[in-house]
């Protein structure tokens, strides 16, 4: 048994008190190490910037040598030491769904931030005691004896359960079946208890009933409700983080969208990724990177079932799903990084720049073109298979065979429950979706067209973008269209300052066949005359039904978008 007591002495500070407690009979030495990147987020972090002032010490008290060994593992000498005491502090104060924060209001904590752990111990069952204060409502998904007191049967249980306290926080309830559901929100929410419960409870009966049951008996959403910009969520087995913003009522909308959006998603990680799980991460190996080409199933299938349930579900009606799918269209077809790598590289080079919009860009997202391919094929397969078949029977078969205790799967057996699925006949198109940079449109087009819609290009919202082919942010260039003639005249980094003789900044700019723009360039300052582009620039598409739809087509549309029965 792991014993761990963390405390909060002065939470003005946002400092973490951490003890941890290991047996460590006939050890010479022992490595402690913190975790080098989490589930959810495949990138290395640098939770290891926050620890200071360890030091252990074995059961009479006496500090023992260490030496760091790597950045994130500590060596300790053991010193003929039955148990070993690791005493540190963290600093929390990062608010997002996968890092912690510790203030005079709360206590946030993602324990693989800031808890080590040892490859002897993994399987170890873990006390857990934090000094929470009396008045504190406390959300977190492992067993509870009493306030603060908790236990986790082991290391991967307990990092897989975060925890959120505070007096101000909600609790709404919700049952599906013999499952038990809790919200719990910090934060204002603009909308009513009654309709947050009603709409969660909808998309959570949609995915259980077409995935025929739930993994877990308790599961709980924990909302931070900022009121700052702010979106991300990740999953857990019995629960997830969802951090959202601004929650006035000027963005009640937005803010609506946005949460419903994220819940669904990372509720259906609870099938996907959680359980189902790329061959490389059963299990997880915490201390290295984890590369696997597999991300169009793990995000893929997920932002597009998540995306999905909330139509079949009556969340969302025809109109909200279609602005979704267009949302994707627009950051798919505008992301001049889809001429340059496949969904598979994309996925590799996760660990390397994933999360970071880099010019030029190089890469796709396996969540929007893992969506946009999950779409192409699930309508295929419902088109091959006269509706008797979708996408959803390759989730179930993963999940009947390939979780992670069952050694998880490879990219080479999604293919196979694919073609089982699917036919055969599907195979030159896996290789296409996943294994080339070749364009989307053409398969959008077709498979949208046997539930009878059609997509409809557009140009870009933004004249300038559209016509000289450049996007910016406060004035400052960030993107220059490849093969565009203002390659020739613009760099990345200019800062606009007029445009045609007009602040571009705060006055109405009109687009002509030359114009004048006065740029800063480093310390120095340039007139510059560009003219527009022969084509245009960031294009993309939205989808419709065709007026010429069938009463077949129709009939399509609606199994595929009204559940997934026939």
């Known amino acids: 048994m792991i014993d761990c007591h963390i405390s909060f002495p002065n939470p003005l500070t946002h400092l973490l008190h951490i003890q941890i407690k290991f047996g460590v009979s006939s050890q010479s030495t022992v490595d402690f190490i913190l975790p080098a990147w989490r589930p959810g987020r495949y990138e290395l972090a640098p939770f290891v ?25 500590w060596s300790v000498d053991c010193d003929d030491a039955d148990e070993i005491t690791i005493n540190y502090q963290y600093y929390a104060n990062k608010m997002d769904a996968g890092n912690s924060v510790l203030d005079d209001r709360q206590i946030y904590i993602n324990f693989i931030n800031c808890i080590f752990y040892t490859k002897a111990h993994n399987n170890e069952p873990i006390n857990l005691s934090l000094e929470i204060p009396q008045d504190y409502s406390v959300s977190c998904s492992l067993e509870s004896t009493s306030l603060g007191q908790l236990k986790a049967n082991d290391y991967l249980q307990l990092v897989d359960s975060p925890l959120l306290a505070s007096p101000d926080l909600k609790i709404l309830r919700y049952a599906v079946e013999d499952h038990n559901f809790s919200i719990a929100i910090l934060g204002d929410c603009p909308f009513s208890d009654e309709k947050i419960i009603e709409d969660f409870k909808s998309f959570t009966e949609s995915q259980i009933n077409t995935m025929g049951g739930f993994p877990t008996k308790q599961y709980d959403f924990i909302v931070q409700s900022l009121d700052y910009a702010h979106y991300h969520g990740v999953e857990h087995q019995n629960s997830t983080i969802l951090v959202l913003g601004p929650n006035d009522e000027a963005n009640k909308d937005a803010y609506y969208e946005k949460l419903m959006g994220v ?53 969302f009606n025809q109109q909200e799903y279609f602005k979704e799918l ?22 590799q080079n996760l660990w390397v720049d994933g999360y970071k919009n880099l010019f030029p860009s190089k890469k796709v997202s396996i969540y929007v073109k893992g969506a946009l391919c999950s779409l192409i094929l699930d309508l295929t397969i419902r088109n091959k298979t006269n509706n008797d078949a979708t996408l959803i029977d390759v989730v179930k078969r993963l999940y009947e065979k390939h979780t992670y205790p069952q050694g998880g799967y490879t990219q080479e057996q999604v293919y196979e429950i694919l073609e089982s699925v699917g036919g055969k006949t599907i195979e030159p198109l896996l290789h296409t979706l996943y294994e080339t940079s070749e364009s989307l449109d053409t398969y959008l087009a077709e498979t949208l067209s046997y539930v009878g819609c059609e997509l409809k290009s557009k140009l870009h919202a933004n004249e300038i973008t559209s016509k000289i082919g450049i996007k910016w942010q406060d004035n400052i260039i960030t993107e220059i269209a490849p093969g565009s003639p203002t390659e020739k005249y613009l760099s990345v980094g200019d800062k606009i300052l007029e445009f045609n003789g007009s602040n571009f900044q705060k006055d109405e700019i009109s687009v002509v066949e030359q114009n004048q723009l006065k740029i800063k360039r480093g310390p120095k300052t340039y007139d510059i005359l560009v003219p527009i582009a022969p084509s245009t620039y960031y294009n993309s598409y939205k989808i419709e039904v065709q007026e010429s739809a069938s009463p077949e087509q ?9 559940n997934n029965q026939k």
């Open 49 to 73: 910037e926050n620890i200071q002032k360890f030091h252990p010490q074995d059961e009479s008290g006496k500090l023992l040598n260490w030496e760091k060994t790597r950045p994130n593992i």
């Open 263 to 315: 819940a669904s998603h990372e509720l259906f990680h609870t099938w996907n990724v959680t359980r189902i799980r790329p061959k490389e991460m059963s299990p997880y190996q915490f201390d290295k990177e984890t590369m696997t080409k597999t991300g169009f199933v793990t995000e893929g299938f997920t932002t597009y079932y998540g995306d999905l349930f909330l139509k079949q579900s009556g969340v």
């Open 326 to 347: 267009n949302t994707l269209f627009d950051r798919h077809f505008e992301n001049y990084g889809r001429h340059e790598s496949t969904l598979i590289q994309s996925s």
């Open 554 to 562: 129709l009939k399509n549309l609606s199994l595929w978008l009204g």
